[in-house]
């Protein structure tokens, strides 16, 4: 069992930044991702790291947001850099389990565990 608890989230003006920061416990969790869902919007994936360690992103924050994860802590980072007020959404942090092997798209069905979300409002 992986339990995910993230925080960073937050209100911004357009152009700021924000870092989310998402703790793993329970297991290593080695393929992990961040979605994001708006209102009235499906949820959609943001970025994930795969369990070789490579990195999506979506079309939409390629270029403004970085994923990092901490093997060592257990934590998955999103710094999100010139925030617009599209980016406002629910973000949830997601882990694949530690036992199979994940390739880090935005497939909800590869993740097993996830957080409660964080809250990121941008105002224009």
């Known amino acids: 069992q992986v339990q995910l608890v993230e925080s960073g989230g937050g209100s911004v003006q357009t152009g700021g930044s924000l870092t989310l920061s998402c703790l793993a416990s329970?297991?290593?969790?080695?393929?992990m991702a961040w979605f994001r869902q708006a209102p009235g919007k499906e949820r959609e994936g943001v970025a994930a790291i795969g369990t070789d360690g490579r990195t999506t992103y979506a079309d939409s924050v390629k270029g403004r947001f970085t994923i990092s994860k901490d093997n060592n802590e257990n934590t998955l980072d999103l710094q999100l850099n010139s925030l617009k007020p599209d980016d406002t959404a629910l973000y949830y942090c997601?882990?694949?389990?530690?036992?199979?092997?994940?390739?880090?798209?935005?497939?909800?069905?590869?993740?097993?565990?996830w957080g409660q979300g964080t809250q990121v409002t941008v105002s224009s």
């Open positions: 329970g297991y290593p969790a080695y393929c």
């Open positions: 997601a882990a694949a389990s530690p036992f199979l092997y994940c390739g880090g798209g935005f497939e909800e069905s590869e993740y097993k565990y």
